[in-house]
Every structure is written in C-alpha cells, then in structure tokens.
C-alpha cells in the first residue's frame, strides 16, 4: 500500500523546512509548493526570488519535488485590497488572517489536490484534532510561537487533511532539527513585518498606494497640537512616527495615540501611557467566525492580537451575530480592524474583526 502523499507549504524559511524533513522521516510522500503571493517589483525589498532560491535548496536537500504557483492576483484581490480599504477607514488592519483565509487554505489546498496530493501540510505552529469527525484548532505547545490567532478565521472544513507537524515543538527545538538534518536555511533569519512591505519603512510603502488625506492633531481636551498626512499611518498606543516634537510646557515625555476621529481626520495623542482612551474592558466583533460556538454567554479567554497573553473575558452573542467580550481586566490599546480570537483552554473557538471598544 502506497504512503500517503502530503504538500508542503515551502515558503524558504526554517519552519516550513523542518515541517517537510518531519513528514519525509514519518514516511509520507513529500512533495512542495512554493507560493508567490507578491509581484516582484523595483523596490528591492520584496524576497520573493531569494526565498525561492532557499526553497529549492531545501527541496533538493530533501529530495523532493518542488512546484511553484503565482497567487499574486488572488492576494491583491482578497487580502491587499481589503487592507487598503480599512486603512482608508482608519482601521488597523491584519493580513496573515486574511492571508490564511483566503490564500493558504484555499486557492493552496485546491492547486496541492489538483497535483493528486492527499493532504497539505504548513510550518505553522499550531495543532489539529478530531472531535466527533471534525477538526479542532488547538494551541501550539510554544506559546510565544502559536500561530492559532492568524488561522482562527479559516473555515473548519477547511483544516480536513491539514497538517501541522510543528504544533508540538519549541521554536530551538525546530532550530536544532533543521541543523542536524543539515538544512541549508537553519540559520536563516526569521521574517517579520508584513510580507508584501518587507524591510521597508511602512509610511513609503503606503504612499505609494494611497494618497496623503491630513488631518489635525489634537489633545483629549481639543487642543490643537499639529497637522498629520493621514491617519492610515498611525494605530493606537503608537508612540513613534508622531511628528509633534517639542511643545513648551508638556515636558519631554512621549506622545502616544490614544484614538482616531475618521468624520473629523483628527488623530488624538496624549503623554499619558495608560490614558483611559486606551484602556478598555469591553469589545465588539462584527459577526464572528465560528469554529465551534460553545452554550454562551460563557466564560473564555480572548486574545486581541498575536503574542499577547490569553485574558479571562465573559463572551454573549449580538443581534448581528457578533460578540460582546468582557474582559476581567482592561485590555491596552484594543484596536478596531484587529480580530479577537477566543479560546477554550487549549482550543481556538474563532475570530471576529474588532468594530468597537468601550471602558
């Protein structure tokens, strides 16, 4: 009887390697799929050619084959439009869920069974099971690695013959199996940021997508403090980037963001790091993304962006199929365009996009 066969996502980073060398040593038939959601362009800044360079060395590494797809136009359709139209919206807007929505568990797993592949597998750190016949989301064991936030969107049939080989491991441990099966990528860097900006600073990248729309700068009180190019450039508790500088008499503290007014344009910034504005123990979702809705109201744990510590929140349905989350303690610089993702101990339930704060 023939092994099962599994596509890996390739992406030319160390996770997806090890994913790939795991799968090979547990006997399935190993094939890739290197995924080119970006457009070269002249800037330099997209890697789009290097990483794929590291994908094949990996795949010739390992000894199995590698294909390439273009989803460029389908990422600028779904994922980087969406993103400029939120920013429009002075929303702060997240790409790797929609990312992994849209593009990797979708048009991927389509062209992976289109190749004849039985299942696909991604360097992700998280972790599926099986309840009652259905994939569950769960936490990877490195909580500073787990990933479940970015997958919390992506439709639960869509994680049938999905596999995560890095759920249980710890980002050294996956570090020391990429060195000792002599991969070539196992001291290469990790990436950060958003893909498609790259290395470069967010405000060039942006002006070349959207045109300048200034605004006031103001204090809590009204205050006029300065003139902002736009305030798809700013999020909240942002403390850099300001442009305000000096101000006789506020002293040499920082300014922070600790709100937006879009009717107005105003960007509104206080030199108070724990401004009440930024503070806030309740959030609603539009209609939320289920991958198992438990008896609500109930007690849960949110996470309202990647990293941040599980909080204890109270969880009740809206008319709109949204959720009002309560959390036990005030949660900094909750974010509008940014998603809550809820959990029940180990398992990710779903996410929703944040439409609103109160404190």
Known sequence: MAAPSVMVGLSGGVDSAVAAWLLKEQGYQVSALFM???????SGYCTAAEDYQVARAVADELG??????????????RVFAEFLRQLREGKTPNPDVLCNREIKFQPFVEHARRLGADSVATGHYAA???????????????????Q???????????????????????????????????LPNHRRKDSTGICFIGERPFAEFLAEHLPPDPGTIETDAGERLGEHRGLQYFTLGQRKGIGIGGRRGAGETPWYVVGKDPARKALIVSQDPEHP???????HTTAFHWLRRPELPAALSGRLRHRQPLADCSVSLLPDGGVLARFAQPQRAVTPGQYLALYQGRECLGCGEISATAG
């Not at 080119?36 to 002249?42: C, Y």
């Not at 997958?151 to 050294?172: M, T």
Request: charged share 35%; aromatic share 8%; glycine share 8%.
């Open 277 to 283: 504005l930024l503070l806030r123990d309740r959030v």
């Open 128 to 146: 599926l099971d099986l309840v009652d016949g259905a994939p569950r989301l769960l936490r990877a064991v490195d909580d500073n690695k787990d």
């Open 148 to 182: 479940s936030y970015f997958l919390a969107g992506v439709g639960r049939e869509q994680f049938r013959d999905v596999l995560f080989p890095l759920g249980g491991l710890s980002k050294p441990e996956v570090r020391a199996l990429a060195a000792r099966a002599g």
């Open 36 to 42: 080119q959601n970006w457009a070269e362009d002249e």
């Open 64 to 77: 199995i084959r590698l294909h390439r797809v273009d989803f460029s136009r389908e990422y600028r359709e």
